[in-house]
């Protein structure tokens, strides 16, 4: 796998800056990145260099028409800490249905898993020890030609970096039911990982905010009827003993975490159902009693918990967090997969050193 890659270490590693019982989402980059380029009809140049600013042209047509997708995932390391990374090859598929929709080039397998199993060999020390923390990989590709004119660019930049990650969010959201702004649309972009999706929901989850609320809950868009996401997650809502998430048909991202909870919930006996959901059945459930949970799921959030929900004025208070049995049970089963305490089933889990076929 990637025979050709080049290899320029850092002079000295930043790590012993780091304070890893502290470390705030995002901020914190570890020493290399990954890069490669696509030209002439070819990915080349695969490279390891250290994490550092990129020279660009101001007139890259990712940055005029949002030419740029992305991905998330997470490595961990088991008991005998060794690393352990969870479910790249979905990660690697899901890139490539998102690079089909913005017209650009599909990633090889050697280069999106090849490259990055090159990186965790350079920076395998910052993958966190500690319970709870996690390495967030960041795999994005984005246009680079040097051209203001509107067409699908000639050529790509495919870049991974890697910061070592404690939890996303810190205690259960209070989310708002967007009533005005939607985050997609039939025939859309909703299902693939594109920049633009998430510059599109600022404007309205800064004005949440400002009402004090965490995140937003999102409606479809044509009918305004149907839950779809919240923020950057995927939504699930325990009505009775079932658990109910929206099915994706083309305006959901398909979360990783999101399917790995439903594998898990079913090897569990969880009762579960993927169909259309409105918000007013949630709000039925609710005033019959019934509405035990609702949780997010996302890579960088994995399980959060949703403390309360708004629509249109009338708030939903939902049990607390400790009384959840049943995500709490799937938050459990999927983080022993994950750092490797127990079975792995579903054959989810890659070591450094595996060949990938
Ligand atoms: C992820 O969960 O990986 C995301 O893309 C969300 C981002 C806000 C970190």
């Given amino acids: 796998m990637l025979s050709n890659i080049k290899i320029n270490r850092i002079s000295q590693?930043?790590?012993?800056?780091?304070?890893?019982?502290?470390?705030?989402?995002?901020?914190?980059?570890?020493?290399?990145?990954?890069?490669?380029?696509?030209?002439?009809?070819?990915?080349?140049?695969?490279?390891?260099?250290?994490?550092?600013?990129i020279a660009m042209s101001p007139a890259i047509s990712a940055l005029h028409y949002g030419q740029s997708i992305f991905e998330g995932m997470k490595a961990y390391r088991n008991p005998e800490g060794k690393p352990l990374l969870f479910r790249p090859e979905a990660n690697h598929k899901r890139m490539n249905k998102s690079a089909e929709?913005?017209?650009?080039?599909?990633?090889?397998?050697?280069?999106?898993?090849?490259?990055?199993?090159?990186?965790?060999?350079?920076?395998?020390?910052w993958i966190p020890k500690k319970d709870g923390y996690s390495l967030y990989i960041r795999p994005f590709m984005f246009a680079i030609d040097e051209y203001v004119g509107i067409r699908p660019s000639e050529s790509y930049r495919f870049i991974i970096f890697?910061?070592?990650?404690?939890?996303?969010?810190?205690?259960?959201?209070?989310?708002?039911?967007?009533?005005?702004y939607v985050r997609?649309?039939?025939?859309?972009?909703?299902?693939?990982?594109?920049a633009g999706n998430y510059a599109a929901g600022m404007l309205p989850l800064k004005f949440a905010r400002q009402e004090g609320f965490d995140q937003l809950v999102w409606l479809d868009g044509k009918e305004m009827k149907y839950v779809e996401e919240s923020g950057t997650m995927n939504l699930f809502f325990q009505i009775g003993d079932t658990l109910v998430t929206?099915?994706?048909?083309?305006?959901i991202l398909e979360g990783i975490t999101r399917d790995s909870i439903l594998k898990l919930a079913k090897?569990?006996?969880?009762?579960?159902?993927?169909?259309k959901l409105s918000i007013e059945e949630v709000f039925e459930a609710y005033n019959k009693g019934k509405l035990k949970d609702a949780f997010g799921t996302g890579t960088a959030a994995t399980i959060a918990p949703i403390q309360t929900i708004t629509y249109k004025g009338f708030r939903m208070e939902l049990p607390p967090v400790e009384?959840?049995?049943?995500?709490?049970?799937?938050?459990?089963?999927?983080?022993a997969i994950r750092t490797g305490k127990s079975e792995d089933p579903h054959g989810w889990m890659i070591k450094l050193n595996d060949k990938i076929s």
């Fill in 13 to 53: 590693s930043n790590i012993q800056n780091v304070d890893f019982d502290n470390i705030p989402f995002g901020k914190v980059f570890s020493d290399h990145m990954f890069i490669a380029d696509y030209r002439d009809g070819k990915w080349c140049d695969p490279r390891i260099v250290p994490y550092e600013p």
């Fill in 267 to 275: 090897d569990l006996g969880v009762k579960v159902e993927v169909r």
């Fill in 162 to 180: 890697t910061c070592p990650v404690g939890s996303y969010y810190t205690a259960p959201l209070n989310v708002k039911v967007s009533d005005n």
């Fill in 101 to 125: 929709r913005l017209c650009m080039p599909n990633i090889t397998k050697d280069f999106f898993i090849g490259g990055l199993l090159e990186l965790l060999k350079v920076d395998e020390q």
């Fill in 184 to 194: 997609a649309f039939p025939r859309g972009t909703g299902y693939a990982k594109v």
């Fill in 246 to 251: 929206p099915i994706a048909e083309g305006t």
């Fill in 323 to 335: 009384s959840r049995s049943v995500s709490l049970k799937l938050h459990h089963a999927l983080d």
